[in-house]
């Protein structure tokens, strides 16, 4: 089936900076989402993209469909210690009728 | 926002009981979804439904069975739960156009 690569696994940051993380896939998709999962919940669905080369705001949160459709990032400006979780991506493959999703990236904000 | 509601959310129960988690839906989603997943780690798709009746196993086996009776409910039930199965268990749903799923607050299932 096809895979996402998440990226990174897992980041350290201070409060107030910005992040960055991404999936990439050697296949194509028609929609690309973001979750976040607190520890002990149900992931909360942040971004949803369904166009290549679509950028989407969700206050702090920013995320783009990639222009080849294999790709997907996530940004998350000005962290607060809230922002502490475990980030996934999530992928419609063109060729499959199921999301895939990606490992996550654990995310870690130091007041 | 969805409205998409699991009960129990913590369940503690010695080995050998049979269990039934609920998940129930007020969307009107035909699809609904079950995943596996321990803590901090991915997501695995062990049963989903396309509508009433329809049933299918994911990609992760699993010992569990659903069913699917009413679009609203989507219950998962294990005959005779081993600590093996200790887990959390997320449900989901997700309207037919866009394939977005809508996740559940999960059940935390201990065996003993």
């Known amino acids: 089936g096809q895979q996402l690569n998440q990226s990174p696994q897992s980041m350290f940051i201070q409060e107030g900076e910005d992040v960055s993380m991404n999936c990439t896939s050697s296949s194509i998709f028609n929609t690309w989402l973001w979750y976040k999962q607190d520890p002990g919940e149900g992931p909360v669905l942040l971004i949803a993209?369904?166009?290549?080369?679509e950028l989407t705001s969700n206050g702090r949160l920013t995320a783009q469909f990639g222009i080849t459709r294999k790709d997907s990032f996530l940004n998350i400006s000005a962290s607060i210690p809230s922002d502490v979780g475990i980030y996934f991506c999530a992928g419609l493959p063109a060729s499959g009728s199921r999301l895939t999703f990606g490992e996550g990236t654990q995310l870690t904000v130091n007041p | 926002e969805a409205d998409i509601y699991q009960t129990p959310r913590y369940l503690v129960i010695g080995t050998g009981k049979k269990i039934t988690l609920e998940c129930s839906q007020t969307m009107g989603h035909d699809k609904m979804y079950w995943y596996q997943q321990d803590p901090g780690m991915e997501l695995h798709l062990i049963h989903y439904s396309y509508g009433v009746n329809s049933t299918e196993k994911g990609d992760l086996s699993s010992e569990s069975t659903v069913s699917r009776i009413r679009t609203e409910h989507f219950p998962l039930t294990l005959e005779s739960a081993r600590p093996s199965h200790t887990s959390q268990y997320l449900c989901?749903?997700?309207?037919?156009?866009?394939?977005?799923?809508?996740f559940g607050p999960g059940t935390r299932l201990t065996v003993l």
């Open positions: 989901a749903s997700s309207p037919p156009v866009t394939d977005t799923q809508y």
């Open positions: 993209l369904y166009k290549a080369g």
